[in-house]
């Protein structure tokens, strides 16, 4: 008998049960994340999580893949249908792990990247310090127009040609404008360089076609999570075209380069959410850009500063509230309070402000995909706005708010757009 180590169990799943209790009751505007449907869960916590399969479905190096291929095999299908590409491969087990792949596919050491400064909202997997960096990388940035909230153009075009880079990766995690792909890729080609395009946080958008479409702007390849506006599990996925033999070596670097075994619980997972998606994705994308606009506005009536105002404040699922005039501690502040007050966000770096305000930055992001899966429409957009103001504006008591905040969330628990509850 063991000396009583059960209590670690009961914590931890004790902890777990709190965990979604609390969340279930709180407004999730974490612009990374969203909710999955039962079917999905179902798949995750299922025996496929026991299984090794390593390779192409079919040329497996392990015995015993028989179902396991058949539900890659249908998901290959269904990802080159929602995305309209040749070839798709949900192995990666993360967006990070995807960027990878491709960096070791299609790069060697020494050669050049232009990538989003993390600064201007890109990915830490495409810096010096993060994946590019790893490959052995000289990594560029593209200039970034403040005003316009975007890459600019003019000045990046003159980038590609003087740099003559390997690779340009477009795409970042602070992205509520579509990037300028369709003007840049045919200069990238002009130089010989891959054209790789980042989805992580807009794939849902992308495979709604609410957002741009990257493979039809002259992208070779995107990579993405599947967790954010894609509402499937955690993990990573890469469609992409035909772009001639190194096709091989973008595949090689998957498997065995940068994986040895997928998660294959998983992979069925974004395998039922790319089903949801051709069933329902179109309406859910649809809905969530309609919700940040009218998330952008009533904040914007509530008297908060909302960046991006020349473009109609954003055109993805996210919004830039700078709160810098609200409190020395900007972002740094108000975080905390709002999730005392039962409303989930994350403070960021806005690209005008210096990085040592790393932690006290300018702004908050938000995103509305996970609220907008659980049924949530304009209407409601304008309370959450309203419950921001009493908090940061109206410096109201946040405990007060939550009981406010967990009253109004009452009504939507449940993950629409799929299979088991249909549209909301
Ligand atoms: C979130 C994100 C990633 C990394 O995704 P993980 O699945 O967390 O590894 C990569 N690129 C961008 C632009 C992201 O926002």
């Given at each position: 008998?063991?000396?009583?180590?059960?209590?670690?169990?009961?914590?931890?799943?004790?902890?777990?049960?709190?965990?979604?209790?609390?969340?279930?009751?709180?407004?999730?505007?974490?612009?990374?994340?969203?909710?999955?449907?039962?079917?999905?869960?179902?798949?995750?916590?299922?025996?496929?999580?026991?299984?090794?399969?390593?390779?192409?479905?079919?040329?497996?190096?392990?015995?015993?893949?028989?179902?396991?291929?058949?539900?890659?095999?249908?998901?290959?299908?269904?990802?080159?249908?929602?995305?309209?590409?040749?070839?798709?491969?949900?192995?990666?087990?993360?967006?990070?792990?995807?960027?990878?792949?491709?960096?070791?596919?299609?790069?060697?050491?020494?050669?050049?990247?232009?990538?989003?400064?993390?600064?201007?909202?890109?990915?830490?997997?495409?810096?010096?310090?993060?994946?590019?960096?790893?490959?052995?990388?000289?990594?560029?940035?593209?200039?970034?127009?403040?005003?316009?909230?975007?890459?600019?153009?003019?000045?990046?075009?003159?980038?590609?040609?003087?740099?003559?880079?390997?690779?340009?990766?477009?795409?970042?995690?602070?992205?509520?404008?579509?990037?300028?792909?369709?003007?840049?890729?045919?200069?990238?080609?002009?130089?010989?360089?891959?054209?790789?395009?980042?989805?992580?946080?807009?794939?849902?958008?992308?495979?709604?076609?609410?957002?741009?479409?990257?493979?039809?702007?002259?992208?070779?390849?995107?990579?993405?999570?599947?967790?954010?506006?894609?509402?499937?599990?955690?993990?990573?996925?890469?469609?992409?075209?035909?772009?001639?033999?190194?096709?091989?070596?973008?595949?090689?670097?998957?498997?065995?380069?940068?994986?040895?075994?997928?998660?294959?619980?998983?992979?069925?997972?974004?395998?039922?959410?790319?089903?949801?998606?051709?069933?329902?994705?179109?309406?859910?994308?649809?809905?969530?850009?309609?919700?940040?606009?009218?998330?952008?506005?009533?904040?914007?009536?509530?008297?908060?500063?909302?960046?991006?105002?020349?473009?109609?404040?954003?055109?993805?699922?996210?919004?830039?509230?700078?709160?810098?005039?609200?409190?020395?501690?900007?972002?740094?502040?108000?975080?905390?309070?709002?999730?005392?007050?039962?409303?989930?966000?994350?403070?960021?770096?806005?690209?005008?402000?210096?990085?040592?305000?790393?932690?006290?930055?300018?702004?908050?992001?938000?995103?509305?995909?996970?609220?907008?899966r659980v049924g949530m429409k304009e209407d409601d957009m304008k309370e959450i706005a309203g419950f921001m103001k009493r908090v940061l504006i109206d410096r109201e008591d946040p405990k007060k708010v939550e009981r406010d905040v967990f009253y109004f969330r009452q009504n939507f628990q449940r993950p629409y757009y799929s299979f088991d509850y249909g549209l909301p």
């Amino acid at each position: 008998m063991s000396e009583g180590y059960g209590e670690y169990r009961n914590k931890v799943l004790g902890f777990i049960e709190e965990h979604e209790k609390w969340r279930s009751h709180t407004v999730n505007l974490i612009a990374s994340e969203n909710v999955t449907s039962p079917s999905v869960k179902r798949a995750v916590a299922s025996g496929f999580m026991h299984k090794y399969a390593e390779g192409w479905p079919r040329q497996r190096y392990y015995q015993g893949c028989k179902y396991v291929d058949e539900v890659e095999l249908i998901g290959v299908d269904l990802f080159c249908r929602l995305f309209k590409s040749d070839f798709a491969d949900l192995r990666p087990v993360s967006g990070t792990n995807a960027n990878q792949a491709v960096f070791f596919g299609l790069t060697q050491p020494g050669d050049k990247a232009i990538v989003l400064h993390t600064s201007h909202g890109g990915h830490i997997s495409h810096m010096p310090f993060g994946a590019a960096g790893m490959r052995g990388l000289e990594v560029h940035t593209w200039p970034f127009d403040n005003e316009a909230f975007n890459i600019d153009v003019d000045k990046a075009a003159q980038l590609i040609r003087e740099v003559e880079p390997k690779i340009v990766v477009f795409g970042g995690s602070l992205f509520p404008f579509p990037h300028p792909v369709k003007e840049l890729a045919p200069v990238a080609k002009e130089v010989g360089a891959y054209v790789m395009y980042d989805a992580a946080h807009v794939l849902g958008l992308i495979a709604g076609g609410q957002f741009q479409d990257p493979l039809r702007e002259g992208v070779d390849v995107i990579t993405a999570s599947t967790h954010k506006t894609f509402p499937g599990p955690q993990g990573g996925i890469i469609v992409y075209k035909n772009f001639g033999e190194d096709v091989a070596k973008l595949q090689w670097a998957i498997f065995p380069g940068v994986l040895s075994n997928h998660h294959l619980h998983h992979m069925a997972g974004k395998v039922i959410t790319a089903a949801e998606m051709l069933e329902y994705g179109e309406k859910y994308a649809e809905q969530v850009v309609k919700n940040a606009k009218a998330m952008a506005e009533a904040l914007v009536e509530e008297g908060f500063k909302v960046v991006g105002e020349d473009r109609g404040y954003t055109e993805s699922h996210q919004v830039i509230v700078d709160v810098s005039d609200l409190h020395p501690a900007a972002g740094g502040w108000a975080a905390p309070l709002l999730e005392e007050a039962g409303i989930i966000l994350n403070k960021n770096l806005l690209p005008w402000d210096p990085l040592e305000k790393v932690n006290e930055p300018s702004g908050l992001r938000i995103g509305v995909q996970e609220m907008t899966r659980v049924g949530m429409k304009e209407d409601d957009m304008k309370e959450i706005a309203g419950f921001m103001k009493r908090v940061l504006i109206d410096r109201e008591d946040p405990k007060k708010v939550e009981r406010d905040v967990f009253y109004f969330r009452q009504n939507f628990q449940r993950p629409y757009y799929s299979f088991d509850y249909g549209l909301p």
